[in-house]
């Protein structure tokens, strides 16, 4: 059974960076592509970035280019974001997903497999 934990939620104030973590088990998480989603009260899911099984590729919501990152560790299998510049409208629970491919989709529906979700909340 996939079980995705997301972990690195908190309280920070705008301007800050946070790093949230997604642990992976239940599979080969190095065949699998991983997104990270985000869920602001009131709103529908929306995606943030994924990331190519291998690493390689990678792709953002125009919303949090050039201030957050997607990474990997597939020997360790755990996927990251490394969130900087923080906003207030960056407030939300974020989750981390996997897929049943290889390929980084941006959309919800082609994720298999959810984490619980991680708060954030950015002060202003």
């Known amino acids: 059974q996939v079980q995705l934990v997301e972990s690195g939620g908190g309280l920070v104030q705008a301007g800050g960076s946070l790093r949230l973590s997604c642990a992976a088990s239940g599979r080969t998480f190095s065949r699998y592509a991983m997104g990270w989603f985000r869920q602001a009260p009131g709103k529908e899911r929306a995606f943030v970035a994924a990331?190519?099984?291998?690493?390689?590729?990678?792709t953002y919501a125009d919303f949090v280019k050039g201030r957050f990152t997607i990474s990997r560790d597939n020997a360790k299998n755990t996927v990251y974001l490394q969130m900087n510049s923080l906003k207030p409208d960056d407030t939300a629970v974020y989750y981390c997903?996997?897929?049943?491919?290889?390929?980084?989709?941006?959309?919800?529906?082609?994720?298999?497999?959810w984490g619980q979700g991680t708060q954030v909340t950015v002060s202003s």
């Open positions: 990331i190519s099984d291998s690493g390689d590729s990678t």
């Open positions: 997903a996997t897929t049943e491919s290889s390929y980084y989709w941006r959309f919800t529906y082609a994720y298999a497999y």
